[in-house]
């Protein structure tokens, strides 16, 4: 069991649907980021969240909507996504994303499949 | 640009000893790090170096040469539990971490 939980671990929407992944950590750090893994290409950043606040937006679609009501959880709102968005998404968390060695450490990931 | 490049897949055989190579460009370094990710779990962390090197943990070994932009993962002993894939990331200077496609190793009895 990692330290990092993630809800559901799969989920197959429709691209008119609405659902949202869910993540908590109890590490205890301050840190919380959305990446999405695609076969045979490498992690993807999306969203980091440093004591809450956004600190990293890496020109996403705004189909996918984060949110962090504080340093344990975020969410990740998705809306009238499409195809090609289907993959893993791993949420990690670190103590101090603006520090050399701030070891990440990701959730098992939700497989969303978009039909 | 920023990049990381590491085989995308290898073989080896149970009891052996393989290394997996890394080599990155990256805007400044803060260093570098190895996770291993088991097919369907998530990734988990093995190592990290910013100093040139070897660095042992058991069977997992990491090197590191920062004038070469070069490092490796040396696994020992391959047991079939070694068989994931395994990605190298490099920190640039501004903390952000540069992933590679990952390496999936491959056991065979």
């Known amino acids: 069991e990692t330290g990092v939980t993630q809800t559901p671990r799969h989920l197959v929407m429709g691209m008119t649907n609405k659902k949202s992944l869910k993540c908590e950590q109890h590490l205890g750090h301050n840190a919380m980021y959305w990446y999405k893994q695609s076969a045979k290409k490498p992690l993807e950043l999306m969203f980091v969240y440093n004591f809450k606040e956004q600190t990293e937006n890496n020109s996403v679609p705004s189909r996918f909507s984060p949110e962090c009501p504080n340093s344990s959880h975020l969410f990740l709102h998705l809306h009238t996504l499409q195809p090609e968005d289907s993959a893993l998404y791993l949420c990690a968390s670190s103590q101090d994303p603006g520090a050399g060695g701030n070891t990440i450490y990701f959730g098992e990931g939700s497989w969303l499949t978009v039909v | 640009g920023q990049n990381i490049d590491q085989p995308t897949e290898m073989t080896a055989t149970e009891g052996a000893i393989v290394q997996i190579n890394c080599t990155y460009q990256?805007?400044?370094?803060?260093?570098l790090f190895w996770y291993q990710q088991h097919a369907g779990e998530a990734p988990t962390f093995l190592s990290y170096n910013v100093l040139d090197g070897l660095e042992e943990k058991g069977r997992f070994s990491s090197f590191l040469s920062r004038s070469k932009g070069y490092s490796y993962l040396l696994l020992k002993e391959l047991q079939m539990k070694d068989s994931a894939s395994y990605l190298c990331?490099?920190?640039?200077?501004?903390?952000?971490?540069?992933w590679g496609a990952g390496t999936k190793l491959i056991i065979k009895p």
């Open positions: 990256t805007s400044g370094f803060n260093g």
């Open positions: 990331a490099g920190m640039d200077s501004n903390y952000q971490l540069i």
